[in-house]
């Protein structure tokens, strides 16, 4: 039967692109089922906006934890196994969530998801370069995964908020939740092994050595820094948002929903053409150029002009536009400069990006309380992004002195 050559094929395929995109919003789960409901959990939970927000510093930073434990070990197992078992356990912790009325309860439930989720994320984007290793094929399908990390606050938020449209926000946690459990089943049954490289069975010690060597590369030192400071930025942004809107238009929440599926479809949509954008642009360094000075631009634009819901929601959608571009310029610069270290690094890009995400929700909501109304956070996301001009500018130093050891990459599959 034609169905049959989806039951754990041997190599990648169409389906493994789709549950690849399906995966990587379930690693933010928070993104997807916690952030649209922000004010109304805080109402039911009785905490202010900012206490709420750190439900996200905790879920981060248990997801950068596991990742960067798991890191040294990636290249021993396979992807498969580490996917299903992870989204099955963010899937529980959501379920369990739903049910949970505490805040102080609820925290370590967040904590686990967060653990689960680290994985996830790394592993995906670890996946790709697995699956296809030819370059040009890698960052076209790159795109498609990286884009899709926003369908959690672009397709899954708007609708999680329609389920659960007269404040039962319970109901919206709990069907995020058994989708985690079907994509888990669906990774289980129909994914490729993608096992480690066949030099996996190197000693503990070779392979920690080779994880701290990945932070000290020339070039990709350089960019696991930009990508803390531009998570931190980014999931400062959308962390708040609906808070954002809460604030600076009352009465207006029917935009919140729309405004995170703009900003989402902005990002996936760039993300997904994010190959070609590059190729014209003249490389992966140029895009992560570009993109910084425009993300400073754009997310100013979005935080400082509010004039009206329609107005911000459209700055959302550029400022979801630009992101898109950028992370995959910033993925593809990895790749480029990591050498035999590839799994690796990327594994350890996806493991950093939360550790970014974590120090957003927590400066965001520091500065949240702060300032007066929204007026503290307006400042974190202007300054947070000028910021990200300094790992930049260390970045293109270190391009132009180590340009010359950039590694070919390789032209067949690490395994099967």
């Given at each position: 039967?034609?169905?049959?050559?989806?039951i754990?094929p041997?190599e990648?395929?169409?389906?493994?692109?789709?549950?690849l995109?399906f995966?990587?919003?379930?690693?933010?789960?928070?993104?997807?089922?916690?952030?649209?409901?922000?004010?109304e959990m805080?109402?039911?939970?009785?905490v202010?906006?900012?206490?709420?927000?750190?439900?996200?510093?905790?879920?981060?930073a248990?997801?950068?934890v596991?990742?960067?434990?798991?890191?040294?070990?990636?290249?021993r197992?396979q992807?498969?196994?580490?996917?299903?078992?992870?989204?099955?356990?963010?899937?529980?912790?959501?379920?369990?969530?739903?049910a949970?009325?505490?805040?102080?309860?609820?925290?370590?439930v967040?904590i686990?998801?967060?653990?689960?989720?680290?994985?996830?994320i790394?592993?995906?984007?670890?996946?790709?370069?697995?699956?296809w290793?030819?370059?040009?094929v890698?960052?076209?399908?790159?795109?498609?995964?990286?884009?899709?990390m926003m369908?959690?606050?672009?397709?899954?938020?708007?609708?999680?908020?329609?389920?659960?449209?007269?404040?039962?926000?319970?109901?919206?946690?709990?069907?995020?939740?058994?989708?985690?459990?079907?994509?888990?089943?669906?990774?289980?049954?129909?994914?490729?092994?993608?096992?480690?490289?066949?030099?996996?069975?190197?000693?503990?010690?070779?392979?920690?050595?080779?994880?701290?060597?990945?932070?000290?590369?020339?070039?990709?030192?350089?960019?696991?820094?930009?990508r803390v400071?531009?998570?931190?930025?980014?999931i400062g942004?959308?962390?708040?948002?609906?808070?954002?809107?809460?604030?600076?238009?009352?009465?207006?929440?029917?935009?919140?929903?729309?405004?995170?599926?703009?900003?989402?479809?902005?990002?996936m949509?760039?993300?997904?053409?994010?190959?070609?954008?590059?190729?014209?642009?003249?490389?992966?360094?140029?895009?992560?150029?570009v993109?910084?000075?425009?993300?400073i631009?754009?997310?100013?634009?979005?935080?400082?002009?509010?004039?009206?819901?329609?107005l911000?929601t459209?700055?959302?959608?550029?400022f979801?536009?630009?992101?898109?571009?950028?992370f995959?310029?910033l993925v593809?610069l990895?790749?480029?400069?990591?050498?035999?270290?590839?799994?690796?690094?990327?594994?350890?890009?996806g493991?950093?990006g939360?550790?970014?995400?974590?120090?957003?929700?927590?400066?965001?909501?520091?500065a949240?309380?702060?300032?007066?109304?929204?007026?503290?956070?307006k400042?974190?996301?202007?300054v947070?992004?000028?910021?990200?001009?300094?790992p930049?500018?260390?970045?293109m130093?270190?391009?132009r002195?180590?340009?010359?050891?950039?590694?070919?990459e390789?032209?067949?599959?690490?395994?099967?």
């Amino acid at each position: 039967m034609r169905i049959r050559k989806f039951i754990r094929p041997s190599e990648a395929n169409w389906l493994t692109v789709i549950l690849l995109m399906f995966s990587v919003p379930i690693a933010g789960g928070q993104a997807a089922s916690i952030t649209p409901f922000l004010n109304e959990m805080a109402d039911d939970l009785s905490v202010s906006d900012a206490t709420m927000g750190q439900l996200g510093t905790v879920t981060f930073a248990g997801a950068a934890v596991a990742a960067l434990l798991l890191a040294p070990f990636v290249s021993r197992y396979q992807l498969r196994a580490i996917l299903w078992i992870s989204i099955t356990i963010v899937g529980i912790a959501s379920i369990i969530t739903s049910a949970i009325d505490d805040f102080a309860l609820m925290l370590p439930v967040r904590i686990v998801a967060g653990l689960a989720g680290g994985p996830v994320i790394a592993g995906s984007i670890a996946a790709v370069g697995r699956a296809w290793p030819n370059p040009e094929v890698r960052r076209a399908r790159q795109g498609f995964i990286i884009g899709a990390m926003m369908s959690g606050t672009g397709l899954f938020a708007p609708i999680l908020r329609l389920i659960g449209s007269d404040g039962n926000w319970e109901r919206g946690v709990f069907v995020f939740g058994v989708i985690c459990l079907i994509v888990a089943a669906g990774i289980f049954i129909t994914f490729p092994k993608l096992a480690g490289s066949s030099d996996a069975k190197v000693s503990l010690k070779s392979q920690l050595s080779g994880m701290a060597g990945v932070f000290v590369m020339p070039v990709v030192g350089s960019a696991l820094l930009m990508r803390v400071v531009a998570n931190a930025v980014v999931i400062g942004t959308f962390v708040f948002t609906a808070g954002f809107y809460d604030h600076e238009y009352p009465g207006a929440d029917a935009w919140i929903g729309p405004a995170f599926t703009a900003s989402a479809l902005g990002f996936m949509i760039s993300a997904f053409f994010s190959a070609k954008v590059t190729r014209a642009l003249g490389g992966p360094a140029n895009t992560t150029t570009v993109g910084i000075f425009a993300m400073i631009i754009s997310v100013s634009a979005y935080a400082w002009i509010t004039v009206s819901p329609e107005l911000s929601t459209a700055l959302f959608l550029v400022f979801g536009m630009v992101v898109g571009t950028f992370f995959n310029g910033l993925v593809s610069l990895i790749y480029e400069y990591s050498g035999t270290q590839q799994s690796t690094a990327i594994f350890i890009d996806g493991a950093v990006g939360p550790v970014g995400a974590a120090l957003g929700a927590a400066l965001g909501g520091l500065a949240l309380g702060l300032g007066s109304g929204y007026d503290g956070w307006k400042v974190f996301v202007t300054v947070g992004s000028v910021l990200m001009l300094l790992p930049l500018f260390d970045l293109m130093r270190r391009i132009r002195n180590h340009g010359h050891e950039v590694v070919p990459e390789p032209a067949t599959s690490e395994a099967g």
